[in-house]
């Protein structure tokens, strides 16, 4: 079961498509040497630079989400983040209803909500700034609609590592755009690119590579051995013919199980650092508790009283309860990270909840097998002690022998 829900999961999260939109070097006005399909958000971006004058001319392509909404292209002179960045926002002209297209400064300040998103010049050397819809004039704005931001740039000298931030939202209050929506495709919105190479920088790839092992190793760690080792503590201990077996069955799988948890805990740590400004707090904190409980949980094998001691009783009930909350907060994190992921309807999760599915099954015709045998040990020791097996066997035999010397 645990192979072959591996297999669905690498091939679920193997090379992918992650777009599918279609870049241009040719557009209604102008024509660039150079294109690039951006990872997130169908959005894509063709430019043509110019070394002798470090001069970029650039269009970017987008498209709205709401015929009330906004899209943005911007630059962030320090890294690929949203706060920082120098950007240029596309949305229809709250009085006139046309398409306008204003500069605006992401602060810390904007990021936090703290106040309104105000139009003000940039502090790049910015030339010349226009917006189009994709279709000409007579194009109107509603969900779905393509817009494209142009911009001709004046670079410093020798720098050609550009990081390109973009997004889009579903309102304009004023000449203010609000939030933006939070999946995990609107936070990841930002790239590097070489403009004079064309390539990408290998910071989004690794994030993407990060996530997909912090995601394959906790759902096999957390959400499948864990759960597998609580099983062989409950049910193999009651076969007799196991012996201790059970025991180091169950610390093996658990202490492989918290091991590999930890590796995956460290990545998502890891990511937490390489993604600035990204938080998942549900996500965050489920995964602490989970690994604080597995924690203690390995740790208090090391203080296991003996079974003569008075305390044992005590220890077992905390060993049960944590435990068994560590199990069920590893089992929810796992599908509360399937939904950070974006991927709540994914191949990968179905392959997970089968998995979890045929382990449960299992569990539940375990645990009626150790009912059944239960109550049939109890009702021949009730018999036993009524004296209706063994005690009549003897009694009908003494009964034979009297009616052997009567004849």
């Excluded at 599918?20 to 557009?27: F, K, R, V, Y």
């Excluded at 720098?159 to 004023?174: A, E, P, S």
């Excluded at 202490?255 to 590796?263: K, M």
């Excluded at 001691?309 to 309860?321: A, P, T």
């Amino acid at each position: 079961m645990l192979f072959l829900y591996l297999f669905f999961l690498l091939i679920c999260n193997g090379p992918q498509q992650a777009f599918s939109a279609h870049c241009t070097t040719i557009t209604a006005t102008k024509t660039f040497e150079k294109c690039m399909t951006l990872p997130t958000q169908q959005a894509s971006i063709a430019w043509t630079f110019y070394p002798h004058n470090a001069t970029l001319d650039l269009v970017f392509s987008g498209s709205f989400i709401s015929p009330t909404g906004w899209v943005g292209w911007g630059i962030n002179p320090k890294s690929a983040e949203m706060t920082g960045t120098h950007a240029l926002i596309a949305f229809p002209d709250p009085n006139t209803g046309l398409l306008v297209v204003l500069p605006y400064v992401l602060d810390p300040t904007v990021k936090l909500q703290r106040s309104s998103l105000l139009s003000r010049p940039l502090d790049i050397h910015l030339r010349s700034s226009s917006a189009a819809m994709y279709g000409g004039r007579m194009a109107t704005v509603h969900n779905g609609a393509a817009v494209q931001i142009y911009a001709t740039l004046k670079l410093e000298p020798n720098r050609t590592k550009i990081h390109h931030v973009w997004n889009r939202g579903l309102y304009v209050q004023g000449y203010s755009p609000t939030i933006h929506p939070t999946a995990i495709t609107d936070l990841l919105s930002t790239t590097t690119i070489d403009i004079l190479s064309g390539t990408t920088g290998s910071s989004h790839s690794n994030i993407k590579t990060l996530k997909i092992a912090h995601g394959v190793i906790n759902s096999v760690s957390w959400g499948i051995l864990l759960p597998v080792g609580a099983f062989s503590a409950r049910y193999l201990r009651h076969i007799q013919s196991m012996g201790p077996s059970w025991f180091y069955a169950h610390a093996g799988v658990q202490l492989s199980g918290f091991l590999l948890g930890t590796f995956g805990f460290a990545i998502g740590i890891k990511l937490g650092e390489m993604s600035p400004g990204v938080v998942y707090g549900l996500h965050r904190k489920l995964g602490f508790a989970a690994f604080c409980l597995g924690g203690i949980q390995t740790l208090a094998l090391l203080f296991r009283p003996k079974t003569t001691n008075k305390f044992r009783k005590y220890w077992k009930s905390y060993h049960h309860f944590v435990g068994y909350s560590c199990v069920v907060l590893g089992v929810v994190n796992v599908f509360q990270g399937f939904e950070v992921m974006g991927s709540s309807r994914s191949y990968a999760k179905l392959a997970y909840c089968l998995s979890l599915a045929t382990l449960i099954g299992i569990c539940i015709a375990s645990e009626v097998n150790s009912w059944v045998i239960f109550c049939r040990k109890a009702k021949e020791e009730t018999l036993r002690r009524e004296g209706l097996i063994g005690g009549s066997e003897k009694g009908s035999g003494r009964m034979n022998l009297m009616g052997l010397t009567d004849h």
